[in-house]
Antibody
Framework: EVQLVQSGAEVKKPGESLKISCKGS????????IGWVRQMPGKGLEWMGI????????RYSPSFQGQVTISADKSISTAYLQWSSLKASDTAMYYC????????????WGQGTLVTVSS | QSVLTQPPSASGTPGQRVTISCSGS????????VYWYQQLPGTAPKLLIY???QRPSGVPDRFSGSKSGTSASLAISGLRSEDEADYYC???????????FGTGTKVTVL
């Protein structure tokens, strides 16, 4: 059974750094792209970027380029989403997703990680 | 950021048929498959329809998808209370070289 298990909810202050994780199991982690999707409170779904764990090829949505860092450690089947300096506007639910080979759209979703940034 | 347009809301009584539209362009829906996702309240989205009209295992046949030109539709027949959720369309966009989501439609069962 394919599973994506994300790290738990986080409460941070503006300016702090953060790294959340997504562990894949039940499939070959290095053979599928992993993506990150943001959902702000009461809003829709937004693509952030994708990574191919096999070779760490990473692509960012223009809206998120330079704002976050996506990485992966294939030895432990885990992908990461990282911020160096959080802002209140980063408050949102973040989902990791497994992407189909073609087209690169999600078939499986993680349970989500709620990030709250407040002073 | 959304380049696929959906109506904000749709509603129906139990047993009715509800249709949700998704409008795009030649660079996304017009040249690529459309996918649909269901997000029940407080949960992560789930794949509902793939490749325009295919249902993953476990998705009831009350849900059906179609595509024509640069638009797509999701139909829910025999509406049930448990269908109350947000629905999102998605497609690959050749111009952006990335995926795009629809704006989302909230379905209410009256």
């Amino acid at each position: 059974e394919v599973q994506l298990v994300q790290s738990g909810a986080e409460v941070k202050k503006p300016g702090e750094s953060l790294k959340i994780s997504c562990k894949g199991s039940g499939y070959s982690f290095t053979s599928y792209w992993i993506g990150w999707v943001r959902q702000m409170p009461g809003k829709g779904l937004e693509w952030m970027g994708i990574i191919y764990p096999g070779d760490s090829d990473t692509r960012y949505s223009p809206s998120f380029q330079g704002q976050v860092t996506i990485s992966a450690d294939k030895s432990i089947s885990t992908a990461y989403l990282q911020w160096s300096s959080l802002k209140a506007s980063d408050t949102a639910m973040y989902y990791c997703v497994r992407l189909l080979p073609s087209p690169r759209l999600p078939d499986y979703w993680g349970q989500g990680t709620l990030v709250t940034v407040s002073s | 950021q959304s380049v696929l347009t959906q109506p904000p809301s749709a509603s129906g009584t139990p047993g009715q048929r509800v249709t949700i539209s998704c409008s795009g362009s030649s660079s996304n829906i017009g040249s690529n498959y459309v996918y649909w996702y269901q997000q029940l309240p407080g949960t992560a989205p789930k794949l509902l329809i793939y490749r325009n009209n295919q249902r993953p295992s476990g998705v009831p046949d009350r849900f059906s998808g179609s595509k024509s030109g640069t638009s797509a539709s999701l139909a829910i027949s025999g509406l049930r209370s448990e269908d109350e959720a947000d629905y999102y369309c998605a497609a690959w966009d050749d111009s952006l070289s990335g995926p795009v989501f629809g704006t989302g439609t909230k379905v209410t069962v009256l």
